[in-house]
């Protein structure tokens, strides 16, 4: 199994920033793909950013040029560093990875999800 522990959840003000981290763990042969889901209350789950193999990025329109996702292969990490944040970002932040365990089986896993409440 795989596993994913996430922290940097918080509270921060209307403009601030945070930053969370994830970390994956388990039998992992490979991780093709990491990223950053939340939902907001009432409504549904949302990508907010991926990074895949290569180093390639997307990111949802609405936290683009304000999020940057970023990952490291040693630890099998992926960070979000949140800048300019809004009201409207407030949501229980999911990690995802997808990837191969040494029993050569995909895996797709996820956190437990951390809090992002932004709010004066």
């Known amino acids: 199994q795989v596993q994913l522990v996430e922290s940097g959840g918080g509270l921060v003000q209307p403009g601030g920033s945070l930053s969370l981290s994830c970390e994956a763990s388990?039998?992992?042969?490979?991780?093709?793909?990491m990223g950053w889901y939340r939902q907001a209350p009432g409504k549904q789950r949302e990508v907010v950013a991926r990074?895949?193999?290569?180093?390639?990025?997307n990111y949802a329109d609405s936290v683009k040029y304000r999020f940057t996702i970023s990952r490291d292969n040693v630890n099998n990490a992926v960070y979000l560093q949140m800048n300019s944040l809004k009201p409207e970002d407030t949501a229980v932040y999911y990690c995802?990875?997808?990837?191969?365990?040494?029993?050569?089986?995909?895996?797709?896993?996820w956190g437990q999800g951390t809090q992002v409440t932004v709010s004066s």
């Open positions: 995802n990875a997808m990837g191969y365990d040494y029993r050569r089986q995909a895996f797709d896993s």
């Open positions: 388990g039998s992992i042969f490979s991780i093709v793909a």
């Open positions: 990074i895949t193999s290569g180093g390639s990025t």
